[in-house]
């Protein structure tokens, strides 16, 4: 079965950083593209981040530009997002999503919630 | 980086027929064939049900299509029933090797 769990959410300070992993399972990670999105409470979807299947191409959305890292370990099949000077505007549920097709989103993880409060 | 423009809320009687629209610009849903929709329910993580404007996944409903003309694209559920009622979110592929989400549209079964 394709599986995607998210892990590293929780409360963290203004200011402060905190690294989110997707475990991959039940496909090739290494030969996918990968994403991540997050929904804010109660609001919609917004794209954050990609990464192509080596690692070796990456995109941010100009909200985390320069904050946030993608990156991905083929071997340990786990995607990353690192995340720094967290604002109270990044607390939302961080979904990571494997690519099929370009367009194509599927499957997505469970989400992982981020609280950025003092 | 503005998302894909959505009506707030579409309902529909069980069996009828509803239409979600999905706006954007020449830099995104126009200039490309890769929009997509997502259904979420609440608490749930979001499941893919049209892909490459009017492509269906594997397991989903034939009752779901998709369509695209010019910079809007839609989404169509006919026969709607009551498990469809949901949240419904577009994306598209946008210029710069970014990607963006629709506004959301509350889909209710009356």
């Known amino acids: 079965e394709v599986q995607l769990v998210e892990s590293g959410g929780g409360l963290v300070q203004p200011g402060g950083s905190l690294r989110l992993s997707c475990a991959a399972s039940g496909f090739t990670f290494s030969s996918y593209w990968m994403h991540w999105v997050r929904q804010a409470p109660g609001k919609g979807l917004v794209w954050v981040s990609l990464?192509?299947?080596?690692?070796?191409?990456?995109s941010y959305a100009d909200s985390v530009k320069g904050r946030f890292t993608i990156s991905r370990d083929n071997a340990k099949n786990t995607l990353y997002l690192q995340m720094h000077t967290l604002r109270a505007e990044d607390t939302a549920v961080y979904y990571c999503?494997?690519?099929?097709?370009?367009?194509?989103?599927?499957?997505w993880g469970q989400g992982s919630l981020v609280t950025v409060s003092s | 980086q503005s998302a894909l423009t959505q009506p707030a809320s579409v309902s529909g009687s069980p069996g009828q027929s509803i239409t979600i629209s999905c706006t954007g610009t020449?830099?995104?849903?126009?200039?490309?064939?890769?929009v997509s929709w997502y259904q979420q329910h609440p608490g749930k993580a979001p499941k893919v049900m049209i892909y490459d404007v009017n492509k269906r996944p594997s397991g989903v409903s034939n009752r779901f299509s998709g369509s695209k003309s010019g910079n809007t694209a839609s989404l169509t559920i006919s026969g709607l029933q009551a498990e469809d009622e949901a949240d419904y979110y577009c994306s598209s592929y946008r210029s710069g090797n970014t990607y963006v989400f629709g506004t959301g549209t509350k889909v209710t079964v009356l």
């Open positions: 999503a494997r690519v099929i097709s370009f367009s194509c989103f599927d499957p």
């Open positions: 020449s830099s995104d849903v126009g200039g490309y064939n890769y």
């Open positions: 990464i192509n299947s080596d690692g070796s191409t990456t």
